[in-house]
């Protein structure tokens, strides 16, 4: 298979498989991007308080305007207005609270071109020890081998010991 | 009575200081008997603080409600396995515990017999007895469990009803044991550096105590886990809340500490990163009780907040940090590793990479958890960070850490052949596409389960497939049947197999991760008597209302028939408990577990009309959650268990008698 056909189908792997919205947001939807203001500093969908003051009417709201078509987005900033961005359960991705969403990749990223240089050094360093190796006689060769061989077979079989 | 509690506290303080002082200096000075008399202090602070413990069990068992601490947590209609759980209930009492499970790990850490790093017991027995001495100074100085009320009450407030439930008899201790734990190992690292022996030994000591404080911590997790499911009611096990996040932090860098010290036993490398990891765990558990007990973070575990106890644990973490990574860096120059490798593609990378992610995630945990502290800081704007944040960053790197796990069993040690990686990856790779072709065809179209799942498979097939060869080659060479053989294959090298097994139990708790937060339905509906309600393939029918009265609370019980595709299947019974000390009604949710999926019901509330407002959710997979824990637990045993003690061979006793 052509690296292009192998493209081409994985393409279409990909459209089959993105998310399609089919249907559109329902209550527990939104609820589960709101944090509920009672104070239990539970998801809004997970607040268990029995008839909460806050809880059951932002629920109740959500209901409401969802029959009045607004959209799941409309709705999310109307919480925004009312509370600030405390009630939503993620911060926006946007602005400073990017640092937030980025930054661990980026430490990532750096730490593994950290590690990628580090190994190349040592792996420089393993063969530069490789290379000095001293020439004996055939018969010391093979008992060093020997040896060699045992003790790299108990290091790779070997757990922490 | 409560004064020779607080009495025995006073002299527990007096003696862990004049313990680590005389550890310290009888040790630089080789003087045997100060070292003697520091570790008989040692003992009789273990001593000391269990007669402050029996005394406020027997205050808690006996309702001695002058005691305030007693009075707070308790009340005289309390069976006695909760009386002994306030133990841990409450600030002062948990911090006793602390300090008393301490003490006793210390004493443990000076009579284990060893014959490796012996010589850094003195210097490690002074660190966890410094330890000791700060939280003996907040027990009598900040928060203190024997302080007396003016008067008597006639009664106690009681147990938090949340609290009441089996899983406090087990989460709390479990988990206190884990974050205590951490100490051995930290003090151990710190004696290496002060006693300057940056060899193998202080890793070699310090293995199965870090093994075991990090199985402790996971159960205690876990348990929390269960708890919080089958209890608190709103359908999950795990909501990101910050104390959550705080006692997975240290768990998740000892878990990189416990790989990376493998690699320091094999290569001598990583001396300083080690140092840091476990650093960096002692650091994160005391982190974890500072949030719990200053309030600063708004949390469903939350002390009676105590910002003088808060501040106190900050100082001492500061303490920590700085006093241990300046020592670390003073002697920086002398922990050089001399690092070779073989090749950029061995296990050894894998391992490097496993490092990075696990400390990566817990990054990522500790930046969204203090977030709220930095928006503020920094904007002036309060925001939250919860669950859709932690699930969508820690998603795909807890994901690439499982793939390593998978990974690494494939690659050989020092250097990988590209024959020998193309023979190895062939089968495990085409049983992973071959799986994620099949859930296409099953119908499942979300793509990051399209990924995830086939990860599974491929880490599971590897290490089984590892196995069988391992069994095989050790049928072949003894003869043995293939139950024996699997059985000396795992006997012969126990850290190692250990080890496989906990992987193959976090595959299973990932596979029940997958499932319950991919495929989780829920339908919240109001119901009269006799309607019925269906979900996914469950149709339930509200059968009956009812309440009654117990000596302590009002419970509201109702009564549903399951069946599944017409089957009848059971009845289920959620519940509200409406107690009479406490103000906050508690759920009492209806489970009905398969290995398939879990049927969840819980009662939200009603109407004089009759009409029941339910919530159901169908949680796909959850059991395998706590099998995949199990399993976890199950490894980790394996690979803490000793090997028996190598008795001198006949020819180096001979050798020895003829010396003399």
Redesign the interface.
Known sequence: MSLKKLGLAALLF?L?????KAESAT??DIS??L?CQC?????L???????CPVGVPMKALIEQKLDQGQSEEQIIQLFVAQY????????PKRG??L???V???A??AA??VA?YF???K??K??KR??TKDVTKSKEEDKEYQRQLEKD?KE??????? | MADIGYIALILALVASIYSAIAFVFGTRRGDARLVASAKNSLLAVCGLVSVSVAILVYALVTHDFQIEYVASYTSSDLSLPYLLSALWAGNSGSLLFWAWLLSIFAVVVVLQKRDIGKELVPYASAIIMGTAAFFFALLLFVSNPFQKLAFVPAEGMGLNPLLENPGMLFHPPFLLAGYVGFTIPFAFAIAALFARKFGDEWIITIRRWTLVAWLFLGIGNLLGAWWAYAELGWGGYWAWDPVESASFMPWLVATAFLHSIMMQRRRGIFKKWNMVLIILTFSLTIFGTFLTRSGVLSSVHTFAASPLLGYSFLAFIGVVLFGSLGLLYLRSTELKGEAEMESLVSRESTFLLNNLLIVGAAFAIFLGTVFPLISEAVRGVKISVGAPFFDQVNGPIFLAVILLTGICTLIGWRRASTKNLVRNFLWPGVAAIGLGVALFILGIREWFALIAFPVFGFVLFTIFSEWFRGTRARCRMRGENYLKAFWGLIRANKPRYGGYIVHIGIVIFAIGVGGSSFYSVEKEVTLRLGDSMTIKNYTLTYESIDSYETESKTVVTTTLSAYNQGKFIGKLIPEKYFHRTYEQPVTEVAIRSTLLEDLYVILIGWDADGTTAFKVLVNPLVMWLWIGGGVVVLGGVIAFWPDRRRLPSPRQTKARREEK
């Open positions: 990909l089959l498989v993105s998310p399609v209550v527990s589960k991007q944090i104070g239990c500093t539970l998801l969908s997970n607040c268990t308080h029995i008839e600030g961005e405390v009630v939503l359960a993620s911060p400073f609270n640092a937030a969403w930054s661990p990749f430490a990532i730490g593994g590690i580090a190994l190349k040592w792996v360093r393993g020890y490789q790299l290091f790779d079989e070997g757990g922490f010991r």
